[in-house]
C-alpha cells in the first residue's frame, strides 16, 4: 500500500496480558515514529528508529514497553504484563527523512486493557 | 511538563468564518512547526507546516502566522466549512515531534 499500515486495528487484552502492534512504514522511508494518543490529548512521542537503530526511547513510559525495527523497515511495539492505563490508541509514523520532518501517520492500533 | 500550549480547547465558527487556533511553544530549539488535522478513527495527517525563518505562509484556505520573539504561531482557516470539521493539533519539532493537546473544531451549517 502506499501508506503507513498498522495491525491489529483493534486489540482487547485482559490485564497481564502481552500484546504486539505492527506498523509498516511506507517504503524507504527511513524514520519511524511510535506514539501513544489517550482519548481526547494529543499524540505522546514513545520512541524513535532512524533505519534499524532505535535512537530514542526517551517516551516510553516503563520497562514493560519495547520497540524493535529489526531490519530498518517493519517495526513491532511489544507491550508486556498490559496494565489499564495502557488503554490508548497507539500511532505509528514515517518520514523519508532523518529525524521528525513531514510525518505520515498509520490510522493506529486502539488497545482496551480490561 | 507540556512543552506546546495550545487554545482554544474547543471552537465553534460559522460556515464562511475565519477559525483562529493558536499554539505557544517554550523550546527556542524547535525548528519546524506543523499543523496536523485528524478526524474520528483515522491517523493526524499534515496539513501544513512553517520554519521559523519564515513569518507567515500560506496554502488554500489554510495559513500559518509565526512570532518568533513571543514563540507563537496560529493556524488561520478561511471559509470554513462543514468539512473542517476535525480536531487540529500544533506541533513543534527539534530532534522528535511534540504534539499540542489539541482543538476540536466545529463548523456549523
Known amino acids: 500500500g502506499a501508506g503507513v499500515s498498522q495491525s491489529p486495528r483493534y486489540k482487547v487484552a485482559k490485564r497481564g496480558q502481552d500484546v504486539a502492534l505492527r506498523c509498516d512504514p511506507i517504503s524507504g522511508h527511513v524514520s519511524l515514529f511510535w506514539y501513544q494518543q489517550a482519548l481526547g490529548q494529543g499524540p505522546e512521542f514513545l520512541t524513535y528508529f532512524q533505519n534499524e537503530a532505535q535512537l530514542d526511547k526517551s517516551g516510553l513510559p516503563s520497562d514493560r514497553f519495547f520497540a524493535e525495527r529489526p531490519e530498518g523497515s517493519v517495526s513491532t511495539l511489544k507491550i508486556q504484563r498490559t496494565q489499564q492505563e495502557d488503554s490508548a490508541v497507539y500511532l505509528c509514523?514515517?518520514?523519508?527523512?532523518?529525524?521528525?520532518?513531514?510525518?505520515?501517520f498509520g490510522e493506529g492500533s486502539r488497545l482496551t486493557v480490561l | 511538563q507540556q512543552q506546546v500550549k495550545q487554545s482554544p480547547q474547543s471552537l465553534i465558527v460559522q460556515k464562511g468564518g475565519i477559525s483562529i487556533i493558536n499554539c505557544a511553544y517554550e523550546?527556542?530549539?524547535?525548528?519546524?512547526f506543523p499543523w496536523y488535522q485528524q478526524f474520528p478513527g483515522k491517523g493526524p495527517a499534515l496539513l501544513i507546516a512553517i520554519r521559523p525563518d519564515v513569518s507567515e505562509k500560506k496554502e488554500g484556505r489554510f495559513t500559518i502566522s509565526f512570532n518568533k520573539s513571543a514563540k507563537q504561531f496560529s493556524l488561520h482557516i478561511m471559509d470554513s466549512q462543514p468539512g473542517d470539521s476535525a480536531t487540529y493539533f500544533c506541533?513543534?519539532?527539534?530532534?522528535?515531534?511534540?504534539f499540542g493537546t489539541g482543538t476540536r473544531l466545529l463548523v456549523s451549517p
Open positions: 509514523a514515517s518520514s523519508f527523512r532523518q529525524g521528525a520532518g513531514e510525518l505520515f
Open positions: 523550546n527556542t530549539a524547535f525548528d519546524y
Open positions: 506541533a513543534a519539532s527539534f530532534q522528535k515531534l511534540v
